[in-house]
């Protein structure tokens, strides 16, 4: 009995004795990638309190250790007493249990203190490694006596926030951190990983950029020779605006010096890319782009309150658009600041605090002799600010206007959401040290074919410059005349008594009823040529003029057109064909302008032979696909892709012709957000001049039409928006409180897509995306929804987007629909909304709609 007692404690002794011996060893062979749990420390040691995050706490810089060789060559030895001011301290092992040491529990819990930490290392084999370090709150880092990490201010520890790498000696390693406590929590994490160039660069920040209170911005590397002789051979330096223009500022070779001053040639603040190429010993290259700000920051006060010391200028040659959005932009900043804000022209003198409108006499003095004016056509634009004056420059149809806008939107925080609804947050006061953006459109011609976008002002505003026919708008639009206008030249009523050869021969019988044209009739083509030729003089302000069949089947099959049919592979080829020879005999007379024609339904299959001459577009429609799904991921599209691709190959010019709602039930729920960017960047990549995204276009009342609108305007302006961001925005800018609900909703929605339901435009009530279960929690989010409104404004725009719900009920629940008022409400916000349209087929589908509400039992 009592010699296993003995034993056990003769083993429990020596197992503490080992662990003593293994634990707290003063030098520790290197083990990759395990935490460093067991230091010397040193502490705490008083330091003076400071509030500033860009140097240390006062006394940190002092070198406490002097008297066994200073932190650069330091000694330790257990027991080792150091002397620090009238006090002393001694050094003393401490291993913790974790990754973290805290030194609130090690050392004190006193605020505005330091401690050191030591350590030595045994490595087996010299190199580079990278050593990771966390602290709370700043610190310094010595590795055998030089300094290799500075960080002064508070932070929290995040193990691993800072990689650094080292170079380790065979042998003997000394490490000496310094850590700093402002308050709250300290301490720190430190271990020592394997290098690897690659992924160290992606995650490490070898380089940095520092820029002084002065304005000039330092290049700092702080590793020592020996870790830049081993990873470089040469590193080359190159500086770029961080702008459109990118403009390069200063190139040259890395000096290899700890600190290098960065020439950027101007002492005005701006924004930079530095690039750096490093050529590696081993051979390989690697590339950084550093973004940095160097000059003197200057605060320009554009207003405050209630004044301003800046005056608008529009060039005494300015457009019509330009006048226009330089006095929304004074109408808007009335709002915004309460400030006055005076036009003037630009034969005044040249001052400082002017906004700029246009490319003009004061825009051209400022932007000197290397911007030119901008061509009358370009919608590309750029507004920024040379010290204290404001440049908002683009072509003069619309660019210049569009710069205007775009600065209150994302400048100011102006948002156009409707043509009813806008939003102008006011301001106190606005400074501003740097504004520089250049935009240009992803799409040519952007035509939004939704009710709520024909509104000219709401449209131009959002950039909308496309519309089917001509309209009234600031600025201009680019308009496509008609579609399906075989008939509009060629009435039968004028010409089939007489000439029924004309029109397509259908089963041995020359017929005009639901058919189409005999392309192939010399006098058709001579008929068709004179009268586009009048409509071009009538209507001068199109862009492209429709040429294109009748929305119905039914070709000529006359062997003279079937013969080109079938040369071509598809009935596209003749209508190419005969299409290309009205765009040649129009050219001379109309050199800008296009013709264009469908490729739609029967002839959305490309021909293959024949091509669209160069001033022909060819319209293609998007009508057979699913919108569940974008166009690259559905197996249901891959024709039309194939069939987009191939046109886009053979046609200088395609002029897409999209749906985004559900024809046959405008005011249904129609989960189709998430196709609206893909495919919008899938026309792009197949060179389209236009887009046309036909939508509930004949009333209000679509289901989200205004967010669907809104959404799309954004997309054909920046194929790259974020449309998550623009919905949000959206949600809280037009709903209010009540956007948290209608967001939760949309994602309802939204989520009863799977890769399994496909949805087409004529979607139905009784579609297995909507169930019960979802019509159940749908109602619950839009009482809350109408809980929370701030106002009867606002509630009325929840009804609206509750809509749909309320006709998904009607429809699948008529009987309860009638009686628990869901119908009644139905009918009360409708004739409230003045809607019009329940479907694109108008009256018959609304009496359809109440007459299936009526008879139900
Ligand atoms: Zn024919
Ligand atoms: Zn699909």
Known sequence: MFIKKYQTVLFTFLFILFLQVFLFAQKENLKLSEWINSWYLLGPIQLEEGSSTVNHLGRFETDYLSEHGGESDLEVKEGQVEKIGSTTLTWFKHTSTDSTVNLDEAVSKKSFVAAYAFKEILVDQEGIYVFSIGTNDGGRLWINGVEVWDYPGARGLKPDEDLIPVYLKKGKNKIL??????????????????????????????FQIVTLQSGDAELRFSLNDKIVKNLFDSVDLKINTDDHNSELVWEGVWTKKEKMKLDVGSNDYNHYILIITAHRTDGKEWKIEIPFVAGKRIDYTLFGNGKTSYRI???????????????????????ISGAD?????????????????????????????????????DESFRYKNVKSNIVMVGGKQRGTMYAVFAFLENVLGVRWYTPKVTAIPTREKFVFNYINDFEEPSIRVRNDFYYEAFNPIWAARNKINGAMGFREQHGDIEGYWSVHTFYRFMPPSEFYDEHPEYYSLIDGKRVYENAQLCLTNPDVLDIITERLKETMKEHPHNLIYSVSQNDWRN???????????????????????????????????????????????????????????ENVVIRLCSI????????????????FLSDLERWSDISPHLYIWDYVVNFSHYIMPYPNFKVLKPNIQTFRENSSIGIMEQAAYQSRGGEFAELRAYVIAKLLWNAEADVDNVIDDFMYGYYGRSGQYIRKYFDLLHSQITPNTHIHLGLRPDDKIFSDDFVRKADKIFDQAEIVAENDEIKERVEMARLPLMYLKCKRYPVNSKYDGTYERFNKIVEREGITHFAETGKPHIEDFHNAIRNAK
């Open 341 to 377: 804000f005076k036009i003037e022209s630009d034969k005044t003198e040249f001052t400082d605090n002017e906004i700029i409108v246009g490319y003009n006499k004061h825009s051209s003095q400022l932007l000197g002799d290397n911007f030119t004016s901008p061509d009358q056509f």
């Open 624 to 639: 057979e696909c699913c919108f569940a799904h974008d166009f690259k991921s559905c197996p249901e599209n891959q024709a």
């Open 555 to 613: 070709p000529c099959q006359c062997d003279k057109c079937q013969a080109i049919v079938d040369q071509e592979g598809s009935q596209s080829g003749i209508i190419v064909w005969f299409v290309n020879q009205v765009a040649d005999r129009i050219k001379d007379e109309f050199p800008d302008k296009y013709v264009g024609t469908l490729a739609y339904q029967y002839t959305r299959k490309p021909p293959e032979n024949i091509k669209p001459k």
């Open 177 to 206: 951190l310094k850590v700093e406590e402002r308050g709250h929590n300290w301490g720190f994490a430190a271990r020592i990983l394997p290098f690897n160039i690659d992924t160290f660069t992606s995650r490490g920040k070898l």
């Open 313 to 335: 200028i529009v060039g005494e040659n300015a457009s019509e658009s330009e006048h226009w959005a330089a006095s929304e932009l004074q109408k808007c900043l009335k709002e």
